[in-house]
């Protein structure tokens, strides 16, 4: 277990930190909720040390808890994000498969933090192996000379494993539905909605239910008919779910109906209650 006595009580951040590539990278696909989540992940680390005993699990209830399950679709979207913090090297990768939650960066920032400590050790699932707290880290201003440098049998081992755990990642990370894509592609929702899973559910059940054929011109009827909708649309999900269900079970049993005013009804109930809230 880590020692709390090693934490920090607070750690700084670079005034550049959000022009950051990774930073970035993560804003374009989770949005506030992935840099709400990667500050609470450098907090809980940082409160015990340079690194984090976590599961993908465990990380992902503690975040649910800390954040709050009002912005987010569950557990599971949490471990995708999780994934993906580790895919762009937020995380490190190959830590995290051994419920290690570090990374570079962290460990670089946590250097910074205790380099007047006398006694800080820097052993365990240390990451810069050529760095320690008497590393002169003011940024040297003069260019640096090109040098060739043949990376060592370790060195390739290393990267190869990297490789393959990036490769693994990326295929156990969760995968939209074929139908979500289309949702996001119709501009129903979009690719950060905190939705996603509760969609990929719905679609697998309907798929089991119905044809995939039918299921999916529903869903483009539903998308084209949302698109010209003078109304606002509060709850995306709510709202889908309950006429895409309507509009299938009709279509089997062959009845005759009027969609359009059927689901003119359900914003107006949704507009009535949000004015309610």
């Given at each position: 277990m880590v020692n709390p006595s090693l934490g920090l009580d607070y750690f700084s951040l670079d005034v550049n930190f959000l022009k950051d590539a990774k930073i970035i990278k993560l804003l374009h696909a989770y949005g506030p909720l992935g840099l709400s989540c990667y500050l609470c992940v450098l907090i809980n680390v940082y409160a015990q040390g340079y690194y984090a005993e976590y599961s993908i699990n465990d990380l992902a209830r503690l975040l649910i808890t800390e954040i709050g399950g009002k912005y987010m679709s569950g557990k599971d979207k949490l471990q995708e994000l999780i994934l993906y913090m580790a895919r762009i090297d937020l995380i490190d990768g190959e830590l995290l498969s051994h419920n290690i939650i570090t990374s570079k960066g962290i460990q670089k920032r946590f250097l910074l933090a205790t380099q007047k400590r006398k006694s800080q050790k820097y052993t365990k699932y240390w990451l810069l192996a050529d760095e320690s707290p008497s590393t002169d880290l003011i940024m040297n201003l003069e260019p640096p000379i090109a040098v060739r440098i043949e990376p060592s049998k370790e060195d390739a081992k290393r990267r190869r494993r990297h490789e393959n755990h990036d490769k693994e990642l990326s295929e156990n990370a969760p995968k939209k539905h074929y139908?979500?894509?289309?949702?996001?592609?119709?501009?129903?929702?979009?690719?950060?909605?905190?939705?996603?899973?509760?969609?990929?559910?719905?679609f697998e059940e309907l798929c089991q239910d119905y044809y995939e054929e039918t299921v999916y011109d529903?869903?483009?009827?539903?998308?084209n008919w949302a698109s010209r909708a003078s109304s606002i649309i509060y709850d995306p999900y709510n709202f889908f779910e309950i006429s895409i269900k309507r509009n299938l079970e009709m279509l089997r049993n062959r009845q005759s109906f009027n969609f359009d005013e059927w689901m003119n009804s359900i914003l107006i109930l949704q507009s009535n209650q949000k004015s309610e809230k």
């Open positions: 139908l979500t894509s289309c949702l996001i592609t119709y501009r129903y929702i979009d690719e950060y909605s905190l939705d996603l899973f509760k969609f990929n559910r719905l529903a869903v483009r009827y539903l998308c």
